[in-house]
């Protein structure tokens, strides 16, 4: 099986701009989370999506939006960029509900905000 | 969210030494799992333990789980320059996975 890809690898952004980041889940997952990594604040979790439905958040602003597709392919967004949005942004997908079962992470997209 | 402690936060040893890593948590916890992480790159699943299990092994890794202390520890046996990364646990319950500030692992050759 394929593992999780994401697009782009790369991002370089100014600040006011919005960026739109991609993940696909492995085949026949329907679990998708999203991570932020930051150097000062380590791996924090961003929301899950299960079947096309967000399933739980994390304790981020509005600007950190998502959504999940009939495919169980995922997009999150965040709008309004700041500088403290920098970060390594992973994506992992599971079977069933992400704390349950180990995840399956892709090689993150890193998101640089000028 | 509320992120567990790891410790050591980095730990340097010698190529066949043994690397111990320790995790406290916070919450009630469906598991506790383990993931590494090599510079900058994804996070690769190594070793799940269940609430009700107290060790796990695979391979070179040894997992133990003490609930009533809320810790577990990661024992990476014989080890080699390639274990160099970092090493996270996550605690897992039916909302989500929480990862720990992570300890940095330096195999010297």
């Known amino acids: 099986k394929a593992g999780v890809t994401q697009t782009p690898r790369y991002l370089i952004k100014t600040r006011g701009q919005q960026v739109t980041l991609s993940c696909s889940p492995i085949?026949?997952?329907?679990?998708v989370s999203w991570y932020q990594q930051t150097p000062g604040q380590g791996l924090q979790f961003l929301f899950e999506y299960f079947s096309e439905t967000q399933r739980n958040k994390g304790n981020f602003p509005g600007r950190f939006s998502g959504r999940q597709f009939s495919n169980s392919r995922s997009e999150m967004n965040v709008s309004t960029l700041e500088l403290g949005d920098s970060a390594l942004y992973l994506c992992?997908?599971?079977?069933?509900?992400?704390?349950?079962?180990?995840?399956?992470f892709g090689p993150g997209t890193r998101l640089t905000v000028l | 969210s509320q992120q567990g402690e790891e410790d050591p936060q980095a730990l340097s040893i010698q190529e066949g030494e043994n690397a111990t890593m320790n995790c406290s948590y916070k919450t009630s916890i469906n598991n506790l799992q383990w993931y590494r992480q090599n510079s900058g790159r994804g996070l690769v699943h190594l070793i799940l333990?269940?609430?009700?299990?107290r060790e796990k092994h695979s391979g070179r890794l040894r997992v133990t789980l003490d609930t009533s202390k809320k810790s577990s520890s990661l024992l990476i046996t014989a080890s080699r320059a390639a274990d160099t990364a970092s090493y996270f646990c996550?605690?897992?319950?039916?909302?989500?996975?929480?990862f720990g500030s992570g300890t940095q692992l330096t195999v010297l050759p």
């Open positions: 085949s026949g997952h329907r679990s």
């Open positions: 333990i269940r609430s009700n299990e």
């Open positions: 996550a605690e897992g319950s039916a909302r989500q996975l929480t």
């Open positions: 992992a997908s599971s079977l069933t509900t992400s704390g349950l079962n180990e995840q399956f």
